[in-house]
Nanobody
Framework: QVQFVESGGGLVQAGGSLRLSCAAS????????IGWYRQAPGKQRELIAT???????NYGDSVKGRFTISRDNARNTVYLQMNSLKPEDTAVYYC????????????WGRGTQVTVSS
């Protein structure tokens, strides 16, 4: 079993920055790729960034060029640096494993709320 705990969210003005953290515990060695997901009110949860154990990264079009995913394997922590934030980035942000393109349903944490004001 793996547990993810997200932190670092908050209220920020448009154009501002936030850095989210995702602390993983449990059987973390079983995970190759970790992703950041987000869910805005009334919308489906979407995958926005992934990072492999070898630090290969991929981004969704909505965040490419503004967000950066990174990981510290020694600390079992994945980060999401978010710059040039927009009101449409407002959502609850989660991290989870990415296995064959899908998250593990039993690994969801509580997420962290990000609110961007205009």
């Amino acid at each position: 079993q793996v547990q993810f705990v997200e932190s670092g969210g908050g209220l920020v003005q448009a154009g501002g920055s936030l850095r989210l953290s995702c602390a993983a515990s449990g059987r973390t060695l079983s995970i190759n790729t970790i992703g950041w997901y987000r869910q805005a009110p009334g919308k489906q949860r979407e995958l926005i960034a992934t990072i492999s154990s070898g630090s290969n990264t991929n981004y969704g079009d909505s965040v490419k060029g503004r967000f950066t995913i990174s990981r510290d394997n020694a600390r079992n922590t994945v980060y999401l640096q978010m710059n040039s934030l927009k009101p449409e980035d407002t959502a609850v942000y989660y991290c989870n494993a990415v296995i064959l393109g899908s998250p593990r349903s039993d690994y969801w944490g509580r997420g962290t709320q990000v609110t961007v004001s205009s």
